[in-house]
């Protein structure tokens, strides 16, 4: 091991090192100071029980999608499996809100706070969708004789494919967060900033969880067309790759709850939310799926229509200096 250290890390060791102290005793007790000094002050427990509770709902989410498609979870009102992950995925995503808001209210920031809400997004928003993904192809895509294909070591190419997508998946949430977590610092993280770099987990998340609950919704309503639900299960492993590509991405995101949920509005402004709301409220699955899609593609249909018309532009002022 090296003797290096970090610049004034041993200045007291070396202050009693000239005192004529055995330098032994005083290196074992300087790293000993050093150790108390990493040990963690305080942690906040508000927001951090609603960090756990993030973490719990997504725990909760893979429990309910490892069981079988078709089952209904008792105590509810019909609904399936895949059903239930997807609804935990949101209350999740509420935790996830929550708790830095309370952070911020309470001016409880932390270091190991913002360490612990990142690594509940990553069981809440990267681990669980994927494996409800991976339960929903599999229902779609299944070879005789085998009761999933859905494994890194079948012979079957798809099925190595679709097991590569939603490990893609869980490696860019990780990465999207470990960046985050880098490039924002713990108090800026809980700052009013309005732009994302990269879509976030949490959205990504809401994406694939809302189209699970539109397809469960529908397919159990429509039970008689078999191959819609069939092109529809099979084509969510795309989208759950596009969504990883747009996590580690540099494509602005607008901050949503900063954005249009905070501040003063025109009247006209908050009664569309109130609209919004009332349809959320009778037709919840619609309106999450469609809503979080629309959000995970805005960034790319900006970047688009910013493309074109810089090209657009860029060929008229060569057809003007044509002319000329």
Not at 270 to 281: S, Y
């Amino acid at each position: 091991m090296s003797d290096v250290n970090e610049p004034g890390q041993f200045d007291d060791s070396e202050r009693d090192l000239d005192s004529g102290e055995d330098p032994k005793l005083v290196r074992r007790r300087t790293k000993k100071q050093n150790r108390h000094r990493r040990r963690v002050q305080a942690i906040s427990v508000l927001p951090s029980m609603f960090t756990l509770g993030n973490l719990i709902a997504g725990f909760a989410a893979i429990h309910y999608a490892s069981k079988p498609l078709d089952s209904v979870v008792a105590g509810t009102s019909g609904w399936t499996a895949l059903e239930m992950a997807g609804t935990l995925i949101f209350l999740g995503m509420f935790f996830d809100a929550i708790d830095g808001s309370i952070a911020r209210l309470t001016r409880t920031t932390s270091d190991i706070g913002a360490q612990l809400d990142s690594l509940a997004d990553i069981v809440t928003f990267g681990v669980a969708p994927a494996y409800m993904i991976l339960q929903l192809v599999s229902k779609y895509y299944l070879v005789e004789g085998s009761e999933t294909v859905i494994s890194p070591d079948h012979d079957d190419m798809f099925g190595r494919v679709f097991w590569v997508i939603a490990v893609i998946y869980v490696c860019c949430a990780a990465l999207r967060l470990a960046r985050f977590n880098v490039e924002t610092g713990v108090s800026e993280a809980l700052e009013d900033h309005m732009i994302f770099r990269g879509l976030p987990s949490p959205g990504a998340a809401g994406c694939l969880a809302g189209l699970i609950l539109l397809h469960q919704e529908y397919l159990g309503r429509f039970s008689d067309a078999d191959w819609m639900a069939r092109f529809t299960g099979l084509g969510m492993a795309g989208i759950m790759l596009l969504c990883a590509l747009a996590m580690v991405s540099r494509l602005p995101y607008v901050h949503a709850a900063n954005r249009y949920f905070r501040g003063q509005g025109s009247f006209a402004y908050v009664v569309t939310l109130a609209v919004i709301l009332a349809f959320a409220a009778f037709y919840p699955q619609e309106v999450l799926a469609v809503g979080f899609t629309i959000y995970a593609l805005s960034a790319p249909m900006r970047w688009v229509w910013v493309v074109w018309r810089r090209r657009l532009g860029a060929a008229k002022r060569g057809a003007a200096d044509g002319v000329v």
